[in-house]
């Protein structure tokens, strides 16, 4: 059974850094895209990023754009989130996500498509 952990979440204060991880485990046929999505409560749950599977591409949602840096290590099957310059409205639980397609996603920030899904780190920042 494929599992993902989060970690890496905590308070920070505004224009602080975090790093989150997310550890897979278990055996997957191929190397799945993977995302952060993000929720506050009483809101969507929205798309932060994705990398492809060979880590050469990467989306942001705009409200991240030259703050966050999604990156992978395929060898330990471990992906990250470099957040910096962090803000109060980035204040959210932080999921990763991962979908095993045989195909290009028209959308990689489209949760639709995830069919993994970790259990969340949360993420605090003060003013």
């Known amino acids: 059974q494929v599992q993902l952990v989060e970690s890496g979440g905590g308070s920070v204060q505004a224009g602080g850094s975090l790093r989150l991880s997310c550890a897979r485990s278990?055996?997957?046929?191929?190397?799945?895209?993977m995302a952060w999505f993000r929720h506050v409560p009483g809101k969507e749950r929205e798309a932060v990023a994705a990398?492809?599977?060979?880590?050469?591409?990467?989306y942001y949602a705009d409200s991240v754009k030259g703050r966050f840096t999604i990156s992978r290590d395929k060898a330990i099957n471990t992906l990250y989130l470099q957040m910096d310059t962090l803000a109060p409205e980035d204040t959210a639980l932080y999921y990763c996500?991962?979908?095993?397609?045989?195909?290009?996603?028209?959308?990689?920030?489209?949760?639709?498509?995830?069919?993994?899904w970790g259990q969340g780190t949360q993420v605090t920042v003060s003013s």
């Open positions: 996500a991962g979908a095993t397609l045989e195909y290009w996603p028209t959308d990689p920030l489209d949760r639709s498509i995830y069919h993994i």
């Open positions: 990398i492809s599977p060979s880590g050469e591409t990467s």
């Open positions: 278990g055996y997957l046929y191929r190397r799945p895209w």
